[in-house]
């Protein structure tokens, strides 16, 4: 999807290690276009199966106006961050970036492996409750998954002492 190539192509991630941070992240944002051609960005809790990155959400609001208009997104994931005074002022940093097609998830038993993924995510120690409350909102709950199709990262770190 994206095919300019990165300006630091030295400070580039292995993909493996991009997927690894992706998977691994606390919160995400999701960037979409809207009808009025203005960018918008929204932080979403989210969680990773296979090759898709899923999300709830509600079933109307700006994020999903704009998923409707173009389904083509980018999601980005901050790691570990630094600033330092290292001879200048810069930051170390790491970043995992993925682009691809959104869609509403149909089946039911994917909807419901992605909500109960989410919870083993952020709430594992409640996992007993996490069934009923999944089948209790499940009517009124939209699940996206956005089919990762280029994937990408960028760290600037500390080189070890040699």
């Given at each position: ?49 296979e090759?898709r ?9 700006r ?39 959104v ?32 089948r ?16 990408t ?10």
């Amino acid at each position: 999807m994206t095919s300019r190539p990165m300006r630091r192509a030295d400070r580039a991630m292995p993909d493996a290690a991009a997927r690894e941070l992706l998977e691994k992240g606390e919160y995400g944002f999701l960037a979409t276009v809207g009808a009025d051609g203005l960018p918008y960005g929204v932080p979403l809790s989210y969680v990773v199966l296979e090759n898709r990155v899923y999300f709830h959400s509600a079933r109307e609001g700006r994020k999903i106006d704009n998923l409707l208009h173009c389904r083509d997104a980018a999601f980005t994931v901050v790691g570990e961050t630094e600033p330092v005074y290292a001879k200048n002022f810069t930051t170390w940093y790491e970043s995992a970036m993925v682009f691809g097609t959104v869609s509403e998830v149909a089946d039911p038993d994917e909807k419901f492996r992605s909500l109960y993924a989410l919870a083993e995510k952020y709430l594992p120690d409640h996992l007993d409750k996490a069934e009923r409350d999944i089948r209790a909102s499940f009517a009124k709950t939209a699940v996206y998954r956005l089919e990762i199709e280029t994937i990408t990262g960028k760290a600037k770190k500390p080189r070890p002492p040699v």
